[in-house]
T-cell receptor, first 114, second 115 residues
């Protein structure tokens, strides 16, 4: 079965720096990969989706890369701000059989210090 | 305002009691999902439905039941058969069509505590 690995240790960085979060997966490559933000006690919020035939996607200060050879996605937040502090989840879907059911990782906590 | 709502936000239940969590969406989405989240854990899929009057078991369906009588509503019942029901429950919906058909929209969650 598909396993998703996100760093369980919190990432602490200084304001203004670039935060880089990692999502690794095992076995077969997903049709797409998503990143969500979750604040404590709230539901996740969708940020970006990248498809298997895309290497990179950007949205404002966010950038996602997808390397099917390394079986890895990197999520970057440039010019980070304390308001970016949250847990970031990656989710994969095989896209096969029309299931459209993403599998979520445990998430990595990001703490941006002023 | 379009969105997905869950109620109540906090719910307390005595052991042995069934309890129903509400989930409503006005986004006209075809698919709806229920997830459970425990501290330090990822989201685990309980049930999902892609069309009215049809639903499928997820990874941890035992002790739970659902219904999908209307497109907008997907209530989850936590039965007394669920051994460890204390958790944060999240409902989500997705459109299944369009450019970002896989994007999931989440509700605010219901925190269930069994006393």
């Amino acid at each position: 079965s598909q396993k998703i690995e996100q760093n369980s240790e919190a990432l602490n960085i200084q304001e203004g720096k670039t935060a880089t979060l990692t999502c690794n997966y095992t076995n077969y490559s997903p049709a797409y990969l998503q990143w969500y933000r979750q604040d404590p006690g709230r539901g996740p919020v969708f940020l970006l989706l990248i498809r298997e035939n895309e290497k990179e996607k950007r949205k404002e200060r966010l950038k996602v890369t997808f390397d099917t050879t390394l079986k890895q996605s990197l999520f970057h937040i440039t010019a980070s701000q304390p308001a970016d502090s949250a847990t970031y989840l990656c989710a994969l879907d095989l896209g096969s059989g029309g299931s459209y059911i993403p599998t979520f990782g445990r998430g990595t906590s990001l703490i941006v210090h002023p | 305002d379009g969105g997905i709502t869950q109620s109540p936000k906090y719910l307390f239940r005595k052991e042995g009691q069934n309890v129903t969590l509400s989930c409503e969406q006005n986004l006209n989405h075809d698919a709806m999902y229920w997830y459970r989240q425990d501290p330090g854990q990822g989201l685990r899929l309980i049930y999902y439905s892609q069309i009215v009057n049809d639903f499928q078991k997820g990874d941890i369906a035992e002790g739970y039941s659902v219904s999908r009588e209307k497109k907008e509503s997907f209530p989850l019942t936590v039965t007394s058969a669920q051994k460890n029901p204390t958790a944060f429950y999240l409902c989500a919906s997705s459109p299944l069509t369009g450019g970002d058909y896989n994007e999931q929209f989440f509700g605010p969650g219901t925190r269930l505590t069994v006393l």
